[in-house]
């Protein structure tokens, strides 16, 4: 039988925050305006995966599937210094690949199911999950569409999240036209792109924004074990920490 395990999102307050951090077997949304550190985020969990249990980590590999082209090795590579990992090893552990459409990211998809298969994986990271079905699907006549074709990669990461004991983590930007969050749930400009089916798909739903400063807070919206709660975080060289 699979175990479920956290892995350490590298802030001791934002891990206390989720209970010890994002847990394998579940899909989550990490979304915010421009600069708050998703990918930041991402890039640290691409590292601590990787380490020992004791480190926070799931002593695992890692797939990135990159949507925007913000993937940056050295920074793999400073994150990994922070922890004292091998700065080569750690990126051979991440099987990177760049999607330039919502066909190729289904695909990619699919065909990380033989990595997966390996049992060697414990991270799957989606940066971003919504922008190639923002560019792919224009306006409100294809949104039907979008909302269908991004209900079935949902399901699928959510299968392969149970099936290979994994971490989703998704990032997705909020929708800065007023028009647009209004088509969904609300009128505050402060809504994630990908609309209800996203919203419902996630476990665990995670809202960052910036605070004084460097400080960047991270707010738990909707989660089925943590209360909601802020943690505030910062982003270092070695990624993201207290
Ligand atoms: P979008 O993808 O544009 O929506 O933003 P994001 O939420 O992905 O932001 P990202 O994770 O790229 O965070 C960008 C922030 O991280 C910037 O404010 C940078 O100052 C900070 N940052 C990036 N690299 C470093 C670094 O090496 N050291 C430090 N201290 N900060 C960094
Ligand atoms: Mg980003």
Not at 4 to 31: H, P, W
């Amino acid at each position: 039988r699979k175990r479920c395990i956290r892995i350490s999102t590298g802030s001791k307050q934002l891990d206390a925050a989720l209970n010890g951090g994002f847990q394998t077997m579940s899909l989550n949304e990490v979304y915010g305006e421009f600069r708050c550190g998703k990918t930041q985020l991402a890039h640290t969990m691409a590292v601590i995966a990787q380490l020992p249990k004791e480190m926070g980590g799931a002593e695992g590999k890692v797939a990135y599937i990159d949507t925007e082209g913000t993937f940056r090795p050295e920074r793999i590579m400073e994150i990994a210094e922070r922890f004292g990992v091998d700065p080569d090893q750690a990126c051979e552990n991440i099987a990177y690949a760049r999607a330039q459409n919502t066909e190729m990211q289904t695909e990619l998809l699919d065909g990380l199911a033989a990595n997966f298969a390996t049992n060697e994986y414990r991270l799957l990271v989606i940066d971003s999950v919504m922008s190639l079905y923002r560019t792919d699907y224009v306006g409100r006549g294809e949104l039907s569409e979008r909302q269908q074709v991004l209900g079935q990669f949902l399901r699928r990461a959510t299968q392969m999240a149970e099936e290979f004991n994994l971490v989703v983590l998704m990032t997705n930007q909020v929708m800065s036209d007023p028009g647009a969050s209004a088509l969904f749930a609300g009128v505050d400009g402060r809504k994630p792109a990908g609309g209800h089916i996203l919203a419902h798909a996630s476990t665990t739903r995670l809202l960052l924004r910036k605070g004084r400063g460097e400080e960047r807070v991270a707010k738990i919206v909707d989660s089925p074990d943590c209360p909601e709660r802020e943690a505030t975080y910062i982003i270092t060289t070695g990624g993201i920490n207290d």
